[in-house]
């Protein structure tokens, strides 16, 4: 599989996991089980310090990767299937407001204001440095 496949694949199950966390039909302790995968990826007390190259993100991967498998067991089949449905249906809507005229004209909005700043303090450096 491609790397951006498989990007993609890890996105999509993160979304699919964020609507389970969020569903009734999910367990407490499956709840807390992703609570405590996610708060160990951004605590700053890990078992090895995530500045050690490699090594460092490999437990991080590692606690994600089981914790990931676990509650993939524990949340009901059900459950699971519905989640994934809400994920893609939210991943439709997403792609069709990013497309949408109003996204669009916003960004070029955002652009062009940029732009022109940059410019503008480009020419205020000029003129001060010319002085």
Avoid: N
């Avoid at 993160?14 to 605590?43: D, E, I, N, Q, T």
């Avoid at 590692?62 to 449905?85: D, H, M």
């Avoid at 652009?111 to 000029?126: N, R």
């Amino acid at each position: 599989m491609e790397l951006r496949q498989q990007a993609q694949r890890v996105h999509r199950e993160a979304r699919v996991f964020y609507f389970a966390f969020k569903h009734r039909g999910v367990p407490w302790y499956a709840k807390l089980l992703a609570a405590c995968s996610a708060g160990y990826l951004f605590s700053p007390i890990q078992l090895i310090p995530s500045f050690i190259p490699l090594i460092g993100f490999l437990d991080d991967f590692l606690v994600l990767f089981l914790g990931a498998k676990l509650i993939q067991r524990i949340i009901p089949s059900e459950v699971l299937t519905e989640c994934r449905e809400l994920a893609m249906a939210s991943a439709m809507r997403r792609k069709d407001e990013i497309r949408s005229p109003a996204a669009v004209v916003a960004g070029v909005v955002i652009a062009a204001v940029w732009i022109t700043a940059a410019v503008s303090a480009g020419v205020v450096m000029a003129r001060y440095i010319s002085l």
